[in-house]
């Protein structure tokens, strides 16, 4: 159902630990203070679409980005949000818009690369085995080309080292 009408480059935006973790307990489970400094350089100014869990982790909707939030209770409600029922509802308020980030959870990273919908995956190896709750690997499918790889070491404001990898459709 690839409708590339007016549809924006749509990217997926994740970190996972060695083991494929990304959340525990509705967080993350590590502090990385140049990921987040990444994630906020590279989405502001463009929509967010996360799953419920995801907006509540943030706590809030984070500035200077459209935040769109999906769940299937239509009641949920929570200030600064637009809030759709499906992922399809949610790309639908996004025609006409340059460039998307769909920035978790789990289920909407694996429906929308299952349906083919992302361009992009920027993605953070944090190099470490975490526990958790979440996961979600990297597809591994020859569709997927690696087009950037930084190596970065840990330090007093990064826990652990981790590496960015930049993934396009091929
Ligand atoms: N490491 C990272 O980069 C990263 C990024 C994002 C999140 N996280 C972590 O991941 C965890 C949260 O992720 P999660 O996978 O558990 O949950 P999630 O995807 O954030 O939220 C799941 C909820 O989203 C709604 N939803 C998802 N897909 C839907 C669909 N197709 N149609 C309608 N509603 C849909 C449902 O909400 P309702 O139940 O309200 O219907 C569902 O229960 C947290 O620990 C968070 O910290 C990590």
């Not at 499906?86 to 694996?110: D, P, R």
């Not at 920027?122 to 020859?142: C, K, M, N």
């Not at 990064?158 to 396009?168: D, I, M």
Request: aromatic residues 8%; charged residues 25%; hydrophobic residues 40%.
């Amino acid at each position: 159902m690839k409708d590339t009408e007016n549809r924006p480059i749509l990217s997926l935006i994740y970190a996972a630990s060695e083991n494929d973790v990304i959340g525990k307990d509705n967080d993350i489970p590590w502090r990385l203070s140049a990921d987040l400094k990444r994630f906020k350089q590279l989405t502001t100014g463009h929509p967010i679409i996360m799953g419920r869990k995801t907006f509540e982790s943030l706590g809030r909707p984070l500035p200077k980005r459209r935040n769109i939030v999906i769940s299937r209770n239509a009641a949920f409600h929570a200030e600064g949000i637009e809030l759709y029922g499906s992922l399809e509802a949610a790309l639908a308020a996004c025609k006409g818009e340059a460039q998307a980030f769909i920035i978790g959870g789990a289920g909407l990273f694996a429906e929308s690369i299952d349906k083919d919908l992302i361009d992009t995956i920027y993605f953070t190896r944090v190099h470490a085995e975490i526990d958790g709750d979440v996961s979600f690997p990297l597809p591994e499918s020859d569709a997927w080309q690696i087009t950037d790889v930084a190596s970065n070491q840990a330090d007093e404001k990064n826990e652990f080292a981790y590496t960015y990898v930049t993934l396009k459709k091929g």
